[in-house]
């Protein structure tokens, strides 16, 4: 597929559902000329990267803050580089972190898009009105992806 | 053709004549190096979009209000991606979003071309006045692009 | 009333009716800390500045050209200086100058809310997807300016 | 005070404490430069102000929608305008929106500090590690204004 | 004069004419709430700052540049603070210092105005190309100044 | 050559000199990996474009206005792409663009390489001081270009 | 003195002489329209900012680092605001964060000054090269600030 | 490897021991998709380019400073072009010159990695604040960017 046609989107948020697989398949599935990119999902990596690599903290405040900064090295730029950021919000944890990402996408004119149940549609008003669209499912957001990449909303295969 | 040579232009406004197609015949006809990206141009699918992908809605505002936001993930992508932003208003319809367009791309210091009949000349003169050029026809347009990519003048072929 | 409290708002749009002095009464009503700013309203000055000013053109498109661009200084820096851009459509009129206001404002990321009447929803979809409110009468601007600068929604006066 | 020293603070998040009373008192103890601004913090006022003032909704998505686009107009406006963002979590509720002030105002350069208790940390780390300071109470709060507005830490009166 | 409606202008080019001190005395006569600012106009106090004040130099293209760059100090800073940008050419030197304030100006989105006689037209079309009216006289640029900032073109006092 | 480390630069100025042709062989003799971009340096084609494509003028000025304004479409682009801009003086004639180009360059911190006999350089004090050097031929400018892009100084070939 | 023709600078770097209160004392002697603002000046409320309000800490880093960010909330808040930056190095320390402001400040297209003896020459090319002058006394930054600010270069009082 | 996952880093800073050379090995034997840029490291060529390529000076601040502009341009281009900026302090040399490289790549948002020994953890704590780790070795960044371009954390090779 054509580089000059190709969209690249990051997907911010719940890493304990495997709602960016899904997402990925669908962009497969319909060929989409959709590049995927993430923060790491792998949450011990994530927690443990900054003592990990850079050495121990006694105090956990420090050891949090070396590996939140890590992983704000590859967030940023995969938001930087991103034509549309997509974030997931799920009942469980606070996932301050996709709220915060939403904040930083929207102040860098990035259209928004969230997925989330109905019952966190009040909790979420803020970002959701910041955003393009809420989506309930991935199908939803897959539907998006393929509407404004190919500029169709015909018949699904 | 060379990608660092390459052009991307926008075309916005007017979807019920054909002038997308006759600029990209002119600039397969001249062998130009110029990458087309428009709005979804079918106007069903562009009308329909918000409530087809995320569900019904009752009030007819918030139908529009949710395909306008679908819409606006690829129109403001591809008018962030353009070096050109080429704009055609008709007779029918009141094409305030061609409009809104033509703002947008002048704040981002797009250079904008406008296409239109001199009748519009004076309902258009504020957009006209922020354009780099009013064309009357595709023909003008198309010797525009290639002129500017092909940095000459000479006979058409 | 202290500087560091004051709003500045654009009133771009619509000059046949007399929605900007509603809207200034409605500010010396409720003493609200918001300085209103205009493009020039009187229709035959802003027809003719360019060529009152710079000298007569015999072809309409300049007399305009020179017209538009003088109002632009205005118009541009008043934008770039309000805090929010309302923007009111009505049905007279192709009003594209108030639609580029609009697209113009959103791409600076200026908070932007529409005036207009219910039948012109559907045609200004786009725009009003872009604001961050529509509403029908001057009244309800008020009130937006009112809760906005005074941070409460209590009963009026 | 003279307007050049002036600083102007955003106050975000908890609404359901008296936080803010308390670094207004302290400002006004220590006589510090420091202009105060917040979100409307009524939330009756905020939840309700979109259909109080632009008409009812009977679904409940839009009515947030409507509300939050125009507490929006406030929010975005008065971070736009501060020199530091600071915001509060509680244990109680979400607070979705107070990280997405957080992400808006880091991607604005702007300096942010949070509040909160040590039991929030490892949920806050991203947050935090964007941060400027990580402040357990409003007394530190101040302490940081009146360090950075007098650029002197000597004993409090 | 209220300072919300205060405008700045930045005056650049011609230091041998009495252009400046004219449009002053328009901005007086007219009462006009704008405020002037130029570069250093003493050609030899501009020529020799550098040296000046930074000590002597052997090679004369030393000593302009370090002249320039003190010049730049103030240039920059206020055609920065500018809401427009006034340049006169005139037929005497070549002013290319004149023509860069003009390219720096637009590239910082500052609306233009230039100042020349119809003699120069073809030589400074690209500029002209650029500004948002080419006067005549200072008169001219007077009346654009009462107009831009009185939003009015009623006769003249 | 990878896309990675390729430099694309702008040539502004003098067309009546082989100098773009000079510095384009001093590329392809060190094969350096630079991508030279233009202006149209067809004299002819650049005066008449704007007529010749859009439509005869009677006016001067505007004829003019016409073709300026279509060729900024290639040059405002071709700058915005440019890792450095390079821009020429000579003795004949006044090239106001050329400093136009150079201003607009430095305003969005392009890197400015100037190239002028020494006679020049107290008219052009201001535009060197802004320049990242002096070149006084293009020989110079080539070994500028091969230092900066193969980070060494060696023995020429 | 009018507030429209207010400077303000930023003085950084070396905190063991007295240079900021000699600029300080120039200004008042010349009454020059120029508001100063610094860093934390007092050394030790600097080094232990952070511990001294957030709390104390175990690892030397980390109580630096708590401190370098409040500082920093000083500091770039005032070099925002600054028309000119000035730094000074002097002999002793390694003054890194000093080179940090002035690279900081360029970014933000601040003008800079510098000062610092002739034997630095070498060592802070790279920065005076950046910068619009290097001064090699207080004296003469304050006939820069003179010059730039009253546009005279005539005999002092 | 994809052009879509690559990731570019600027090296800064000391140019006597063998850093890059280290970091560079590391990024080939896990087979990272990083592409990595650096100023001239050759000394000399670094400190006589200017009068190597422009002619000679007989002040020694204007040698430099010839050459100090003309590696701007590369390291400008380079540090615009990275997405991380790496900056290595050694206890040799004043390297001023990396602290203004930090500065100025903060400006500009880019996540920065410094590396040097804890001994200069006091002199170097406002870069350390600003950065987004504090490495001791080249070891260390090659995990930092392992881990950040693969996204995983898993057991080397």
Redesign the interface.
């Known amino acids: 597929m054509e580089?000059?046609n190709?969209?690249?989107i990051y997907l911010s948020g719940e890493i304990h559902t495997d709602w960016r697989a899904e997402i990925q398949e669908g962009i497969n599935r319909h060929q989409l000329n959709v590049?995927v990119t993430?923060?790491?999902?792998?949450h011990q990596?994530s927690d443990?990267?900054?003592v990990?690599?850079?050495?121990n903290?006694?105090?956990?405040?420090?050891k949090?803050?070396?590996?939140?900064?890590?992983?704000?090295?590859?967030?940023?730029?995969m938001i930087g580089r991103a034509?549309?950021v997509i974030v997931r919000?799920g009942e469980q944890?606070?996932?301050?972190?996709?709220?915060?990402?939403?904040?930083?996408?929207?102040?860098?004119?990035k259209?928004l898009?969230t997925i989330h149940e109905?019952v966190l549609?009040?909790?979420?008003?803020?970002?959701?009105?910041?955003?393009?669209?809420?989506?309930?499912c991935t199908e939803?957001v897959i539907?998006?992806l393929r509407?404004?990449?190919l500029?169709?909303?015909?018949q699904k295969p």
């Open positions: 580089i000059r190709a969209w690249t590049h993430s923060p790491v999902t792998d990596a443990h990267c900054g990990d690599i850079l050495g903290e006694d105090v956990p405040y420090w949090d803050h070396k590996g939140a900064l890590i992983n704000r090295i590859r967030n940023q730029t034509d549309v919000f944890y606070r996932q301050w972190n996709a709220a915060f990402d939403a904040g930083y996408a929207i102040a860098l004119s259209p898009i109905a549609d009040h909790a979420l008003k803020e970002i959701d009105a910041a955003s393009y669209g809420t989506a309930r939803q539907d998006i509407y404004v990449t500029a169709t909303n015909s």
